[in-house]
């Protein structure tokens, strides 16, 4: 029987954890942060008061087995000088199913059926209205998730505007896994819009499965400026009760040079540095490896090299 992992999570980096993992033979269920209020997701969450579909179709493409031009066909988004404009033709599939079968979730186990994803994906609450919180360290609140990511001040708490209602099979799913993993993507509107659910952290307390982060590999502006490692275990773990992350997975990659230029002053990103140290004294498992690669000038997570570590992880528990 193949091992059940939960992975938490959402947006690109999710979606490239999943195109290396879904080949290996373990048994996996995404959960997908549904909070998203901007660019297609947003005009359709607002015209059908739905839950966010943008990340769903990310990962529904990256486990589907079908022929590559038809993934890329969802992924395809219109440019148009119509109301067409701007969306992605697998967001308005999404909605159209979820309008026929009245379920986020029946919806995507019908899409995946069709694009043969032999995986599970679970949106976190099939709640229309879920709005992201942010109240930044200087006491103003922020509400959407595109407000929070487009903020320059410092977040010092990230939290729903009513709590959710979160799928049961969500926390079935915690409650059998042989492992869950936080995947890397943005801290604060991917990862966790997950874990702040009070559902969420109820499950993670009580289950006996080994928390895994994996770590960012590059800093992002306005939200995790000057992190380390460490840094991140730490603002995970205080949404956590009574638990911790176990093992961490982070990259020592050594990049080109002209490229960490570019991320430097065009983007404000910076290499997240393994800071071993202080890794020691939280007594969490590091994981390290030369995990980067580069894909059109962008900084990416080899995704084979990622689902291995994690198989071998698996294997000698």
Not at 74 to 98: C, K, P, Q, V
Not at 159 to 170: C, D, G, H, N, S
């Amino acid at each position: 029987m193949y091992k059940k992992v939960v992975i938490l999570g959402g947006g690109t980096g999710m979606s490239y954890l999943l195109k290396g993992l879904k080949d290996v033979p373990i048994d996996i269920t995404a959960v997908i942060s549904v909070a998203d209020n901007g660019r297609s997701t947003g005009k359709l969450r607002k015209e059908f008061n739905t839950p966010a579909v943008g990340d769903i179709r990310k990962v529904i493409t990256s486990l589907s087995n079908i022929d590559t031009p038809i993934k890329e066909m969802l992924e395809y988004r219109f440019n148009t000088s119509s109301d067409l404009d701007g969306h992605a033709l697998g967001n308005l599939i999404l909605t159209a199913m979820l309008d026929i079968t009245g379920s986020l979730k029946d919806s995507i186990a019908s899409l995946s059926k069709l694009l043969d994803v032999k995986q599970t994906v679970l949106p976190i609450s099939e709640d229309a209205s879920l709005t992201l919180m942010g109240l930044t360290k200087t006491g103003k609140i922020i509400e959407g998730e595109t407000e929070i990511t487009a903020s320059k001040s410092k977040i010092e708490k990230i939290y729903y505007k009513e709590e959710p209602t979160v799928l049961k099979e969500v926390l079935e799913a915690i409650k059998e896994a042989d492992l869950i993993i936080f995947s890397m993507g943005s801290l604060y509107t991917s990862l966790l819009p997950n874990i702040i659910c009070q559902d969420v952290k109820e499950a993670l307390k009580n289950t006996k499965a080994p928390l895994m982060y994996i770590c960012n590999a590059v800093t992002q502006p306005g939200e995790t400026d000057n992190f380390k490692v460490s840094d991140h275990l730490k603002l995970i773990n205080k949404y956590l009760i009574d638990k911790k992350v176990e093992v961490v997975i982070a990259s020592n990659s050594n990049i080109d040079k002209k490229i960490a230029e570019k991320y430097s002053t065009k983007e404000q990103k910076e290499l997240v540095e393994i800071d071993y140290n202080n890794l020691k004294l939280m007594d969490v498992e590091l994981i390290e490896d030369d995990l980067v690669v580069v894909e059109d000038n962008i900084l990416r997570h080899n995704s084979l090299k990622l689902s291995s570590i994690i198989f071998s992880y698996l294997m000698r528990k």
